[in-house]
């Protein structure tokens, strides 16, 4: 059709051309979407200056069940070792409830107000069943979480207590490649995990509670014997002096156990997470010990054990996901479980025939 304001001469009001419609996805956004491929070389160069968004990738990966990015995470750590082992690593355990949370804000404020950089990782195995793990959330640490100098990560949640434990040894390395000098690994009071923590800490601070009743009985003589610190939470209001009753208890039953090979007898404190009371005395206890045992020895000595022990781990780990990712093991276990529950077999016998038929699968 014809429009007359298309004529040259045409002089009236003129209808602009309409605009085409904005696609909805920005263009320029399209080659982002996928997340760019680090070299390990890459990975490191990132993580030496700090880039937490680099180390987050970096601790997924580590984490991940998937072979090739195993591959590419051994490579990153190896790189990061000869500038890992320089941070103060300290392990936090307490029973659901004890105010491990409230106080890791708290103590963690404390560190970031002295120029510290934190990182709080956390071994938690009963995330495996849970599909979600509770601690080391950062929710959990609401003023902490929204600081740049504290890098939060919760526990790896895929595999054994072993296998969480040895991730979360590996990611302590990759933070202190990145700089954290504080280390916090939390970890839940009941079972086995704060042995795995105390074999990867400097300090083990036990957090417990007063006025419960069952102050002594309550915790394992085990746990006990670990720490380096028992700390009393909730000393404030009506709770003081319960709280300073509990802790001469715990005083008087430490004399019981044998004097600790680093030397250092185990200070009981009492202190409020909630009202930031007794906080500075609990770093000042942490900051001497750590002065103390480097000046003993016992410091370097630690470490060099835990080495070794993680090195033993790292292999029975290892041969224990060869053993149970062997086809031959993998198509033959089931049958031997059942002979042993039918009573056909004996556990011993059931179990040395699954050795065998891994053994002569391995020789093919
Ligand atoms: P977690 O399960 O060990 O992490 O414990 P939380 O930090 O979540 O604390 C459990 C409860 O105890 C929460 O309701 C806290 O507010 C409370 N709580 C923690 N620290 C203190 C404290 O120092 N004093 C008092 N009165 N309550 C506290």
């Known amino acids: 059709m014809q429009h007359p304001e ?3 001469s045409y002089k009236g009001l003129k209808v602009n051309k309409g605009i085409t419609d904005v696609p909805i996805v920005n263009p320029y956004l399209k ?29 997924t990966l580590v984490e991940s069940a998937l072979h090739e990015h195993q591959v590419v995470a051994q490579e990153i750590i190896e790189k990061c070792l000869p500038y890992a082992g320089q941070s103060v690593r300290i392990g936090i355990t307490g029973v659901p409830g004890a105010g491990k949370s409230t106080s890791i804000d708290v103590f963690g404020m404390h560190l970031l107000r002295q120029g510290h950089k934190l990182a709080v990782l956390a071994i938690d195995p009963s995330s495996e069943r849970t599909k979600g793990s509770i601690l080391g959330d950062k929710t959990r640490m609401e003023e902490l979480s929204r600081q740049k100098n504290a890098f939060i990560r919760p526990s790896p949640s895929a595999g054994s207590l072993g296998g969480v434990a040895r991730k979360t040894r590996e990611i302590i390395v990759l933070c202190e490649a990145a700089g954290f000098d504080t280390l916090f690994v939390e970890t839940v009071g009941v079972g086995q995990s704060e042995t795995a923590v105390h074999s990867m800490v400097d300090f083990f601070l036990l957090i417990q509670l007063a006025g419960t009743g069952d102050e002594l009985q309550g915790i394992k003589r085990g746990i006990m014997e670990m720490a380096d610190g028992i700390i009393i939470n909730k000393a404030d209001g009506d709770n003081i002096d319960k709280a300073k009753l509990a802790a001469s208890q715990f005083r008087n039953a430490l004399h019981l156990f044998p004097a600790a090979e680093s030397g250092w007898t185990p200070q009981v404190l009492t202190y409020s997470g909630y009202y930031n009371l007794g906080i500075k005395e609990i770093w000042d206890m942490v900051e001497i010990y750590t002065r103390y045992t480097k000046g003993n020895g016992f410091f370097a000595r630690k470490r060099n054990e835990q080495a070794k022990y993680w090195m033993y781990e790292s292999i029975n780990e290892s ?19 059942q002979q042993v529950l039918n009573n056909e077999v004996s556990s011993f016998i059931a179990a040395k025939r699954m050795m065998d038929v891994f053994l002569d699968n391995l020789k093919e």
């Open 31 to 59: 080659g982002r979407v996928q997340r760019k491929q680090y070299t390990p070389a890459e990975y490191v160069e990132a993580i030496l200056k700090g880039d937490i968004t680099i180390l987050s990738q970096a601790v």
């Open 6 to 8: 298309n004529d040259e």
């Open 319 to 337: 041969l224990r996901d060869s053993f149970y990712h062997n086809p031959a093991v993998e198509s033959l276990l089931a049958t031997a479980e």
